[in-house]
């Protein structure tokens, strides 16, 4: 396809930082209000001003960092009309609906019920306090289920038909948007931001620790956080697995690249370490990996559930190969014809019309219709633009899942030592504590990775590759952009973490609530 | 200590809350500087929508994405 590269990759390159600048606030946003709302639920059960004073705090870091993040997720908005318009057009009716239902709860949900949690001390009943905070983390909550299911759409289009009239996909199904996809997915996303929570509250409780002050607010703290992230990481497992699994039948090429699969084999060895082969290449004899241990046949049952089951690699999926229900794949040569077979045909039906045609017409619908699965493989210009980034979401995944197996032990031995009295005395451990905060966002940001680089160069799934969803702009007007938002989200991060600093400085003693 | 029993009073707790803020004012100046660079000048200089600021009618915007999306194909064939 005669497309713009560096368009391309600069639309892409500011698509993915604003995300990942905006992903640094949710998962805070996500973790740190469940861990607040049960400090006051146990307020409110327990009528114990320290956990009242305890929850009041969280929430004022909290408001911060909802304060600094909220709506840098608009930005993003902005970029679907400007720098990807023929994505956005044709979309637009499936991501319509679940954006409104996002802002509307949005809205109404966080905007009411944040002002009670904040201003309503005292002033509501105590239980009419604790469901406004449970209300604000719900609708946050809710809100991430929305944009996540759109997400979720763009990986596993479902439940819409493509109008050749209006160019435009539009919905025959809400509900099959929320498909066990979507569903996984908002699951994972959301459970695995308790991590991110709850590694902050165990730094920062570590340093008021290490500060010798606060002792008892901050051992509570960390008691109520390492049972939020152990049971926030034990649950990202069993959603990961599940993910893992639909990934397996719905984006075979973003597990291949996960594991560094080329070629694919019956029993598959999941890789437990691996050094990737940086000159490899699909359909060469290079060795995958330098280096690579694997426990064996776990890749077959992860993906399929049986432990004998073949599991493609990229080779396979750009040869095409036998499913395991018998049926056979196409390659990627096959599904490009067939994809080029459809964009003639969406011309044809487009010459037909003007001509009033019924006949041509009735032909080019039948054969776009026949073909639309394989749309978007008719842009590439070699089956190898099928491929993603293999070593970036190769050791995007394992970075993903090694910090998740630390954060894991971390929480369990603190819990542990916690329990038994010890962990304030232990000033090695509380720093550890304290520096391993950004590891939680890097966890985060590495599932992301995963996700989205993996599944490249796909904006939708065998439907649009990003060669044919950018606008028709110039790339140094992309390239302006990316530099202003990087300037304007770094001074957001900046004043971000400044007053997030200060304020934990002061630590809960100050009675500095938001309306005081 | 008063109770809200009235949406006056609701009300009320808003305002106060608003008018008693120390720290929470910085924020929302950040929010709202925020917003203001975001909607009016980043969306209105730099971020127009494409299609709307180039075509008037959705019939315009459909046949100039059709023409893109099949012009890719045409250029590869040939």
């Not at chain 1, 400090?39 to 409110?44: A, D, G, R």
């Not at chain 1, 005395?425 to 391993?436: D, E």
Request: charged share 20%.
């Amino acid at each position: 396809m005669n497309a713009d590269v560096t368009l391309i990759d600069w639309s892409r390159a500011q698509f993915a930082l604003t995300a990942m600048y905006h992903w640094l606030f949710v998962p805070l946003t996500l973790g740190l209000g469940v861990i607040m709302a049960i400090m006051e639920s146990i307020y409110y059960k327990t009528g114990k001003e320290k956990w009242k004073r305890t929850a009041k705090f969280w929430m004022k870091l909290f408001g911060i960092n909802f304060a600094i993040g909220v709506a840098t997720g608009i930005i993003l908005e902005f970029e679907f009309g400007t720098n990807w318009s023929n994505y956005s057009w044709f979309v637009g009716d499936i991501f319509g609906a679940p954006l409104a239902i996002e802002g509307i709860i949005a809205f109404f949900m966080e905007a009411t019920f944040i002002a009670v949690m904040y201003f309503g001390w005292n002033k509501v009943s105590k239980g009419f306090h604790l469901s406004s905070t449970w209300l604000v983390v719900i609708g946050a909550t809710i809100s991430a289920l929305w944009i996540l299911v759109a997400n979720a759409w763009m990986q596993n289009p479902v439940g819409m038909t493509f109008n050749p009239d209006t160019v435009r996909n539009e919905m025959t199904d809400f509900w099959a948007l929320i498909s066990p996809f979507a569903v996984d997915k908002f699951c994972h996303t959301v459970i695995s931001s308790w991590l991110v929570g709850s590694a902050f509250v165990v730094g920062v409780s570590a340093y008021f620790l290490l500060k010798k002050r606060e002792t008892e607010f901050a051992l509570d703290s960390i008691r109520i956080a390492v049972i939020t992230g152990t049971l926030g990481i034990v649950l990202s497992v069993i959603t990961g697995d599940s993910s893992g699994h639909l990934i397996a039948q719905k984006q075979p090429m973003k597990l291949a690249a996960m594991e560094g699969l080329y070629d694919g084999s019956k029993g598959a060895g999941l890789t437990a370490i691996g050094i990737l082969n940086p000159a490899k290449e699909p359909n060469d004899d290079n060795e995958a990996f330098l280096l690579d241990i694997k426990i064996p046949k776990m890749l077959s049952f992860l993906a399929n559930r049986d432990f004998e089951s073949f599991v493609p690699g990229v080779n396979d999926l750009i040869n095409g190969y036998t499913k395991n229900d018998g049926t056979i794949e196409l390659s990627t040569q096959e599904k490009m014809n067939r994809g080029k077979l459809a964009i003639t045909a969406l011309s044809d039906y487009s010459k037909a019309k003007e001509a009033k045609d019924e006949t041509a017409l009735v032909d080019a619908q039948k054969r776009l219709d026949d073909n639309f699965p394989y749309f978007g493989y008719g842009y590439f210009d070699s089956p190898e633009d099928a491929v993603p980034n293999v070593p970036l979401t190769f050791y995007a995944f394992r970075i993903m899942v090694c910090l998740a197996g630390y954060f894991f032990v971390l929480f369990i031995f603190v819990w542990i030592v916690n329990h038994r009295r010890k962990f304030e005395k232990m000033t090695w451990l509380q720093w550890v504590c304290l520096l391993s905060i950004p590891l939680a966002y890097i966890t985060s940001q590495a599932g992301w990775i995963v996700a989205e680089v993996g599944r490249q160069p796909w904006a939708i799934q065998d439907i649009l590759p990003v060669q044919a969803a950018v606008s028709d702009i110039s790339a140094s007007s992309v390239k302006t952009t990316f530099i202003i938002f990087a300037v304007l989200l770094t001074a957001l991060f900046i004043a971000e973490v400044s007053i997030m600093v200060k304020q934990i400085k002061l630590g809960p003693a100050v009675e500095d609530e938001l309306h005081k | 200590m008063q109770r809200i029993k009235t949406v006056k009073d609701f009300l009320k707790m808003y305002i106060d809350g608003f008018k008693s803020m120390t720290w929470g004012k910085t924020l929302w100046v950040i929010i709202l500087v925020k917003l203001f660079i975001m909607f009016a000048i980043l969306k209105v200089f730099f971020f127009p929508n494409f299609l709307n600021s180039h075509f008037d009618t959705d019939s315009q915007k459909s046949d100039f994405v059709k023409q893109q999306l099949i012009k890719s194909n045409i250029n590869q064939n040939n």
